[in-house]
């Protein structure tokens, strides 16, 4: 005869049941309200949203997100009408916008598409590196890219931009910032520009071009003293950098050159890989950056050498140079393979990655932070060089010559290397 089955001790009476019973359903339909649809629900729209959301939720540096409860921000705005496309990538933005980073940001498709062209080389408008103050949210120059319109007509870095074609800089993103930046070759426009504590504004017209990114200006120097400095200017690290700068070393050492100048100025950054290749040509051995990210764990970069050169080397700063400019300058002076002259960076510590959408549309996420091999986290301080020394405004064609006061620091500095006068000797 079967065993009687034995039931738990805790039995509830059939009415008891039956209430626990609509409970539970009460609370499961209170449920389905709260989150609207499983995802097989979901319409192409809120599908657009849940995908950004779930990249954001498992890529973002900040795992509290700007202390808020990040599952809610979703529901919140999956119960928002979305009726096209546009009102999605606003609903995105809102999103984002609570995260309040500017630099993890939607990229609408055809934004997406003219920052791949600007990291492969080339890109059409002003030529302006640009980022948003975060104290008094208007829009403020890291840096002019070297030759474009923005360059040519005096735009310097730090300089704040308030309005473009009349429209307050204040109430724009700034992607919306650099979408009317951009334009086709010849067609203009206005900005209005404030310098520092200047109260007058500048206003200024630019004709957008096609500005051609060839990342180095190389070329040889012969100082009073007679000692040939190889003079590298990089202006931005993009997928040609790496080779460009190799290329330039290998030609001027060949010229006879006994130290070198890096000229990092104004330099806004790019390719967080470039940066790390270009540090490797210079150093034989060494950790280049340290990356943290939300679990604080330390991944690091390394050099594995051989460098290219030992010669003397000095690196030129100032508050235009970013992100990837700063974590090569970084690397080369903790590592003692150089001597930073200019002024304190930008101070962009922080970086991102590039995800695609299924639209065709793009995401930057802050990935991670960076930090020098001394483990000096830079975001919003920046690098202090081992000479400081005030700039002066410069033209393209007063770079790099006796009126450039940082320059002629720079070689003050590597006429007194040990390595230079043993030569010269």
């Not at 007509?153 to 074609?165: E, L, M, S, Y």
């Not at 070759?185 to 957008?208: N, Y």
């Not at 290998?250 to 000229?263: E, F, N, P």
């Not at 030992?310 to 300058?329: F, H, K, M, R, Y």
């Amino acid at each position: 005869m079967p065993q009687a089955l034995r039931l738990p001790a805790l039995v509830l009476s059939t009415p008891v049941l039956g209430r626990w019973l609509a409970l539970v359903l009460v609370c499961l339909t209170a449920m389905v309200t709260v989150l609207p649809g499983s995802a097989l629900a979901l319409t192409e729209e809120q599908e657009l949203v849940a995908e950004v959301w779930r990249i954001v939720n498992r890529a973002y540096v900040d795992e509290g997100f700007n202390h808020q409860n990040w599952w809610f921000t979703r529901q919140r705005l999956l119960n928002r009408p979305l009726n096209d496309r546009e009102d999605t990538y606003q609903a995105i933005r809102d999103m984002l916008a609570t995260l309040e980073d500017p630099y993890t940001r939607l990229l609408p498709p055809s934004q997406y598409r003219s920052l791949q062209t600007n990291t492969a080389g080339e890109l059409i408008g002003v030529g302006l590196q640009i980022t948003k103050d975060d104290e008094s949210g208007w829009l403020r120059v890291i840096a002019p890219i070297a030759g474009s319109p923005a360059d040519q007509a005096g735009i310097q870095p730090q300089d704040r931009v308030i309005t473009i074609d009349g429209v307050e800089t204040l109430t724009l993103s700034l992607d919306e910032a650099a979408a009317s930046l951009r334009g086709w070759p010849g067609s203009q426009v206005t900005l209005t520009l404030r310098r520092g504590d200047q109260p007058d504004l500048r206003q200024v017209q630019l004709k957008r071009d096609r500005v051609t990114l060839n990342p180095v200006a190389a070329s040889l120097k012969l100082t009073d003293r007679g000692q040939r400095v190889g003079y590298l200017r990089l202006s931005q690290f993009n997928s040609n950098a790496t080779e460009a700068i190799a290329q330039a070393v290998v030609s001027l050492a060949k010229q006879g050159a006994q130290g070198y100048i890096l000229d990092l100025r104004n330099n806004p950054g790019g390719l967080l890989q470039a940066g790390i290749d270009i540090a490797r040509l210079w150093l034989p051995q060494g950790t280049i950056v340290y990356t943290v990210n939300r679990q604080g764990i330390l991944d690091s970069f390394e050099a594995y050498g051989p460098s290219l050169t030992d010669a003397p080397l000095v690196v030129l700063v100032n508050e235009g140079t970013a992100s990837a400019s700063e974590i090569l300058a970084g690397a080369l002076q903790d590592n003692h393979r150089a001597v930073l002259v200019g002024g304190v960076t930008f101070g962009k510590g922080l970086i991102q990655s590039l995800f695609d959408l299924s639209d065709g549309a793009g995401l930057a996420v802050t990935v991670a932070r960076y930090e020098t091999p001394d483990h000096h986290d830079i975001n919003q301080q920046g690098i202090y060089p081992d000479r400081l020394v005030s700039s002066v405004p410069l033209s393209p064609d007063t770079l790099a010559t006796e009126a450039d006061p940082q320059y002629q620091a720079a070689l003050e500095v590597l006429g007194q290397s040990e390595a230079i006068l043993a030569q010269a000797s």
